[in-house]
């Protein structure tokens, strides 16, 4: 059974960091996308970042230069390094995880999907 668990949300002030975290269990694919998705009250749910299993990453526009996408493979865990916040970054983040496609993580649709922690940036 595949299990993702997000950890590190919080409340700051705008320009401050916070740095969250996904641990993942359960899950095999040797070749895997994983990424970070935002939804805040009354939008749709948007993606932030992604990375693949061979390590290249995807950034939203609106966060480029100022998030940080990482995994740790021992210890089965992703990361989201988010500097610089701006209330425009509130929201519930979570992570999901799925099965790379022949031509990255774009076009991928993820079935499984941790809780969600949430983030408020005031």
């Known amino acids: 059974q595949v299990q993702l668990v997000e950890s590190g949300g919080g409340s700051v002030q705008a320009g401050g960091s916070l740095r969250l975290s996904c641990v993942v269990s359960g899950y095999t694919q040797s070749r895997y996308c994983m990424g970070w998705f935002r939804q805040a009250p009354g939008k749709e749910r948007e993606g932030v970042a992604t990375?693949?299993?061979?390590?290249?990453?995807s950034y939203a526009d609106s966060v480029k230069g100022r998030f940080t996408i990482s995994k740790d493979n021992a210890k089965n865990t992703l990361y989201l390094q988010m500097n610089s916040l701006k209330p425009e970054d509130t929201g519930m983040y979570y992570c999901?995880?799925?099965?790379?496609?022949?031509?990255?993580?774009?076009?991928?649709?993820?079935?499984?999907w941790g809780q969600g922690t949430q983030v408020t940036v005031s």
């Open positions: 999901a995880a799925d099965r790379r496609l022949w031509d990255g993580c774009g076009r991928v649709k993820y079935n499984y």
């Open positions: 990375i693949a299993s061979d390590g290249v990453t």
